[in-house]
């Protein structure tokens, strides 16, 4: 069977040794005779999955103790209105930094349960570029900042995290996730759906500062409550178990090809090529993204003419490339080259591309 040249923006690839174990495993795990689905979450066989995913993330990622790992459901999406109900009281506003749609649709989420405002943001340049921030001196109102590391759909991407000032910090990584570093003196939550570096959709991974989430407003019910699933070890209520297991196969993939350094090195490498081939194309591909902005994680380009740009996302998926279109609010054309895309891929990818020029130019 042939695979794919999958470039899609999430849910995306999955290592294929991690898909290659879950198929020796499905109906017979561990000599259970169940597939991991078809346990309860409360079976020592299930929970060893759990608790060892959790740890893999804390040694990946370097998590300090003072955070918890948890596993959520309903996607970051959830997360941009449980972070407000758990930390934005009535009387004072959350500061967003609006880098592209996903930031601008967090503020939304986030405006149900109170006061919003702009910190800073890149959208008169259409997003294709990081404000420049200062969190040191933020007036007193504000409960909490939230930005986007990365920008799927503009392919941009914070090239550091900030530093912060007094208030706490929420980032959404749900795009950058396990490829790079976590300055985490600088952060006091971070969330991710997993399907796009973490596994497969259906479970959100949550990094929060136990300090932080004493200051949660006690009144919640207990499902949106942090603290509660902290308390429970993210077992309060059935997990989604396949998704977790998914996600403890990636990180067993991520230590055996030996941590966050190799994947950092492998997605440098692979966006360096796709931007080099990009900036050598004298004008016929050119880059969303401004150069200091440009995301390791979504490489968005145009073509010179829509007519070219539709001729030439026919011929790649013609030619077995999934996902090369841009997000459909902003067209163009989008390479996602998430941890499980091989360099060889990128290589293909870019043959392709410069084949499609000299046939076209
Ligand atoms: N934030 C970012 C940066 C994303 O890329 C996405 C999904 N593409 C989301 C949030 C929404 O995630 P979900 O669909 O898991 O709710």
Redesign the pocket.
């Known amino acids: 069977m042939t695979r794919a040249f999958n470039f899609n923006?999430?849910p995306g690839p999955i290592p294929e040794p991690v898909l290659t174990k879950a198929q020796q495993e499905m109906f017979n795990f561990e000599q259970s005779g169940a597939a991991v689905m078809e346990l309860s979450h409360r079976s020592s066989l299930y929970e060893n999955i759990h608790f060892k995913a959790i740890d893999q993330l804390r040694t990946i990622l370097q998590v300090p103790e003072e955070f918890e790992i948890l596993f959520l459901q309903g996607?970051?999406?959830?997360q941009f209105s449980m972070t407000a109900q758990n930390f934005l009281p009535k009387n004072k506003k959350a500061g967003f930094v609006l880098t592209g749609s996903?930031s601008e649709k967090a503020m939304k989420e986030a405006s149900a349960f109170g006061g919003t405002t702009v910190l800073a943001s890149s959208r008169d340049s259409n997003y294709n570029s990081i404000p420049e921030v200062d969190f040191s001196s933020l007036p007193d109102d504000i409960a909490y900042v939230h930005l986007?590391t990365?920008?799927?759909i503009f392919g941009t991407q914070w090239p550091e995290i900030p530093a912060r000032g007094s208030k706490p910090v929420i980032l959404?990584m749900?795009?950058d996730i396990l490829s790079r570093d976590i300055p985490w003196e600088n952060v006091d939550l971070a969330y991710a759906?997993a399907?796009k570096n973490a596994g497969m959709?259906g479970v959100?991974l949550v990094f929060i500062r136990k300090s932080l989430m004493e200051t949660a407003d006690s009144t919640l019910p207990p499902s949106i409550s942090y603290s509660q699933h902290a308390d429970k070890k993210s077992l309060y209520n059935t997990p989604p178990t396949g998704a977790i297991y998914i996600t403890k196969l990636v990180t067993d993939w991520i230590l055996e090809i030996g941590g966050l350094d190799a994947v950092k090195k492998r997605a440098e490498e692979k966006s360096g090529i796709l931007y080099e081939m990009i900036d050598d194309s004298g004008g016929f591909y050119s880059g969303h993204a401004e150069p200091g902005a440009r995301s390791n994680m979504n490489v968005t380009f145009r073509l010179k003419t829509e007519e070219l740009e539709n001729k030439f996302l026919k011929e790649a998926s013609e030619y077995g490339f999934m996902g090369l279109n841009g997000h459909r609010s902003v067209g163009g054309c989008r390479a996602s080259i998430y941890n499980a895309v091989p360099v060889e891929h990128v290589h293909a990818l870019k043959q392709f591309m410069e084949s499609f020029q000299k046939n076209n130019s």
């Open positions: 923006a999430g996607g970051a999406t959830l996903w986007t990365n920008n799927t959404d749900s795009s759906g399907q959709a959100t």
